[in-house]
């Protein structure tokens, strides 16, 4: 299994536009988290959704801000207009149900650069 | 509401030194402890939990419930063991319903 698969590796990009950051979790797993990760505030959780159905997004920061997964194997995270603020290492992670309290598989992240 | 501390945003060592990374967590229930690492550029991913009782990479954490702590520790650093390091809480709950909660990290630097 590739693990989980997050493109693009960097984004740049001007303030006002729109980013859109991209999640493919390990097949199977029915939990999906968005993190955002900053020097300042270390590892945030955003939203996460569980067989597709966002369960809790009580971390995105504002309303630019909007995630979906239209299927078990693709989530997006839109930021739409994007700030300076925003930049960050964003990181997807997916797990899954089988086992107590299984741990989380990460992404290698997206480090979006907001100029 | 369950919360992760880690006092430490840095900690620097030298080679061959003990390394002591600080956790300490609050939560009404039991919870389940988790250490997660990231070396440069790399994912995150699991290095160990406390339910495993097992030593990874010479690291060891132990569950402390009175003193609420889990405290990661190796006697002997290495450079290779640079990196960031976060503590997570999940609550001990059956189902896997559970939504980790993760410390700010604390990044460990090993120097030669």
């Known amino acids: 299994d590739a693990g989980v698969i997050q493109s693009p590796r960097h984004e740049v990009t001007e303030m006002g536009q729109e980013v859109t950051l991209r999640c493919k979790p390990i097949s199977g797993h029915d939990y999906l988290f968005w993190y955002r990760q900053t020097m300042m505030r270390g590892l945030e959780l955003l939203i996460y959704f569980n067989n597709n159905v966002p369960i809790d997004d009580s971390g995105m920061p504002e309303d630019r801000f909007s995630a979906k997964m239209p299927n078990a194997s693709f989530s997006t995270l839109k930021i739409q207009p994007s700030e300076p603020r925003d930049s960050a290492v964003y990181f997807c992670?997916?797990?899954?149900?089988?086992?107590?309290?299984?741990?989380?598989?990460f992404g290698n992240g997206t480090r979006l650069t907001v100029t | 509401a369950q919360r992760v501390t880690q006092p430490e945003k840095l900690l620097s060592v030298f080679k061959g030194a003990p390394v002591e990374l600080k956790c300490n967590y609050s939560y009404s229930g039991s919870p389940e402890l988790f250490w997660y690492v990231q070396y440069s550029r790399q994912r995150l991913q699991l290095l160990l939990r406390?339910?495993s009782r097992e030593s990874i990479k010479g690291f060891t954490a132990d569950l402390n419930k009175g003193e609420t702590s889990f405290h990661l520790k190796k006697p002997f650093a290495q450079e290779e063991d640079s990196a960031m390091y976060y503590c997570a809480l999940a609550p001990h709950a059956s189902g896997g319903s559970y939504i980790p909660t993760f410390g700010r990290g604390t990044s460990l630097i090993v120097h030669p």
């Open positions: 406390h339910i």
């Open positions: 992670a997916s797990r899954h149900t089988d086992s107590y309290n299984s741990p989380l598989h």
